[in-house]
């Protein structure tokens, strides 16, 4: 059997058995599903090349099935956050409910992501691209928290992209008679100017909707925040970065070939600053750390179409860069959250305060994400935002770079608060039983945050993968004049070296480290955070000293106007509208066949009143 | 020149010039604002004295690992900005590591350091710290758009990154960017402001108000590093303005004479106002310094 049909079967199976496999021991269903998880993803690794094909003929369709370098770049995504998420998953949601349910639901996301990357032809890629939105509404409403709302929302808004691409799809099949995505390419530099237009525009409406572009990003934070964490962090990780790689190919093989599509990547490129700056700003006011997440990636989705939008060389490599290092931090930040969750029950920071001492291992993870995060150097953050800053700064987009700039800044209040909330601050009575995370449940996280780093450290790493799905979307050879294995270049010929930097960033922590800790750790005991000073006062145990409510007061009121205007009022009052039109209809079709007779004898009448002005 | 031991060396030699300049410095502005409000005021080697007492104490308490290694993150930010930014135009000794990186990790490389710190000062459980830290990340904010706009005018002008091809330029043209990029160098000098948190923004220490916010709980080695990293960070960062703006200096007095000018602006301004709350601080760097940052950036897309 051809490996590309056998990695699908394999997960389909898996999931129907681990759905159906209520009766089967814990500790057997866990290990059918990593088993469904790791052994296609291990297939595709070790087995799959660039260049397998496989076809079918389905209905009358060409099905056609490959693996081209640009999608092997985010099947590399989705191995690593789905492999780390599910051995997250098993540790963090025994003891629930449905549990057949969650697994068969994971495992068909992953296989509908991984099919929407194999597929060469429009059909496939709607089905599995339906499969995925169906599977990740299923787990948004899994907690049945909320459905009316959240689930609602993120099902109106995925069903407005799915049938914007659906149009798109019989529009060119209607104009090419084929549903191949080559064809579509070939075809599109000769369509008139409206079908220039028009194509683009929905594809990218479902493709949008799916990596939160502003105004269409309003489901996220609710989806991402009420579906389980070690789902989360496959959705907002893996599957929103199935937006960007729709995005790319739109942006780079469609409408590079009109000659007003310079414009259009323009405004979309601005779209994706402005999604930066506002999902920042509404990250920080969250007091859940579910909700800033969920906007903390709103936000950062919003750099990588910046980053995608632009699209000279080193605009692209950082986005597709940004991409890849968001999907490791921000899987194992959502990792955090579920971790917390788990040992705490709570993911409120004015709630929950001082684990440090109890969960240093996930503090760690935490820590390096964040670095990650806000994109400070050495870790795999920084290459992308600095390959970002240059290449806008390089085509000019001088305002843009300050958006961007401005977003990433108030980033490090969000992150300092992500940190602050959970681990650091006073520590309370009331979390004492609190104890470190099951090692299944950390390891994940560590590795993922580790990535990050060896990713800062060596971004040759990340960019040569890169460098090669570039060359698939007509992009020059980068390597050299671009990057090098620890070596970023902008466009002007400046550079930064990682190797030499990371070696003298440890040299001086290990200098200090040592110099501080000599004659001094040991000696020094270790006191209570109730243990300092406050102008001369002794604090008792009972007064509470926590710094957790309006947290970044004196920043909102700086930027109060900015954040008066939010969409989802817009969109919550076009409901009401369309509600109160259907209440209208309502009255005129009221069921009763009396009325209805009086509507026919009305209509007759007036019929017979104006039948000289009608048919005289 | 090319043994790693010369450039260890050039390393410390740069290290201990910028700690002893810094605090010669600081020691300075205490002289100086004493006399300003017609005290006496102590020796300008009082800093010296302090520190050194700071280094000899040995503390009794400490809060946990994070707490103990705060101030080791503030000295990566402080000798990687002296390590990055060039002291002295031409000189082998000071090359330290001038051409790997450039002004963009030149800015986060900045804000590595502070962000360490504030976790350290997060896990004492003062409230004050963490007051402090959430209005030194405010303030940061605020004073980041003026001044990037600042250097993304000066970059986008010269298209480059580098700090040394800045300087370079300066040479060949043979004017300052201060005069050549005029609303570049006031939108930066008003950024300086907040990035030095003299008065009136003073407000993350606050001394009477937040008990020194985030250093409150860092006393004796803890106190020292804190102390040396800000003195040299300092003169890393009047050096930077001195590259950018002043033309660099090829010798020490020139360097010495041009940061001394740039570092009397904000102490100066500090002497003589108030302190800010948190958002009238923000908002002042989004009125004034942003508008020359605004003209900054049409004027280097205009010429």
Known sequence: MNTIVLIFVIFLGGAILTYFAGMLKGILKEILFLATVFVPLGLFYTQISTGDTFNIELAGFALKWAITPFSYLFALIVISVATMAAVFAVSAMRGTKNLGFFYANFILTIMAMMGILFSRDLVSFFIFWEIMTWSSYLMVVYRGEDVQKVGIKYFIFSAIGAYAMLMAIVIVYNLTGSMMIDTLVRAYPAFDFNMQILIPVLLLIGFGVKSALMPLHVWAPGAYSHAPMAYTSVFSGALSKMGIYGMVIVLVSLISYFPQGHWFREVIAWMGGITAVMGTLWAIKQDDAKKLLAYSSVAQLGYIIVGVGIGTPLAMMSGLFLAFMHALFKGTLFMVVGTIEKQTGTTNFTEVTGLIRKMPWTFLAALLSIIALAGIPPLGGFIGKWMLYESLMSSEHYFLVIVIFFSSTAAFLYCYKFLFGFFLGQEEKEWDYVKEAPALMVIPMLVLSFATFVFGVFPGLILNPINEAMQTLGYANTQGHLWEMSVIFNDWGNQVAMQPIIYAIIAIFLFFLIFLTLKSYKNTRYVTTKDISSSGEVPKEHENLTFSINFMQPFFRAVEPLMKRQIDKYYNGFANGMEALFDFTRRIYTGNGQTYAMYVVIFVIILLLLKNSFFG | ?303
């Not at chain 2, 360490?116 to 605020?142: E, F, K």
């Open chain 2, 1 to 303: 020149m090319d043994s790693i031991w010369y450039k260890i060396l050039g390393a410390i030699v740069t290290v201990v010039m910028a700690f002893i300049v810094g605090l010669t410095y600081m020691g300075l502005s205490r002289k100086i604002t004493a006399r300003v409000q017609n005290r006496k005021g102590p020796p300008f080697y009082q800093n010296f004295i302090d520190a050194l007492k700071l280094a000899s104490k040995t503390s009794a308490i400490h809060h946990g690992f994070l707490h103990h290694v705060g101030p080791a993150f503030m000295m990566i930010t402080s000798i990687m900005s002296v390590m990055i930014v060039p002291i002295l135009t031409g000189d082998q000794w000071f090359s330290n590591l001038n051409f790997k990186g450039d002004l963009i990790f030149l800015l986060y490389i900045m804000v590595f350091g502070p962000l360490g710190m504030a976790l350290g000062a997060g896990q004492t459980g003062n409230p004050n710290s963490a007051i402090g830290v959430t209005r030194g990340l405010s303030q940061m904010v605020g004073f980041e758009i003026p001044w990037v706009m600042a250097l993304v005018a000066l970059m986008m002008q010269y298209h480059t990154t580098s700090i040394v091809d800045l300087i370079n330029v300066q040479h060949q043209s043979g004017t300052w960017l201060m005069f050549s990029s005029p609303f570049a160098f006031i939108a930066a000098v008003l950024a300086m402001l907040g990035m030095f948190r003299y008065s009136p923004f003073d407000i993350v220490g606050a001394p009477t108000e937040l008990a020194s916010g985030p250093v409150s709980e860092n006393g004796g080695k803890y106190l020292f590093t804190l102390m040396s990293s800000n003195s040299i960070f300092a003169f890393a960062k009047l050096t930077l303005y001195v590259d950018l703006f002043l033309g660099g200096a090829s010798n020490i007095p020139v360097l010495l004479l041009k940061t001394f000018a740039i570092y009397l602006i904000p102490m100066l301004y500090g002497i003589v106002s108030p302190r800010y709350r948190t958002e009238q601080a923000i908002r002042y760097f989004w009125g004034w310094p942003l508008f020359f940052g605004i003209l900054a950036i049409l004027h280097a897309t205009v010429f």
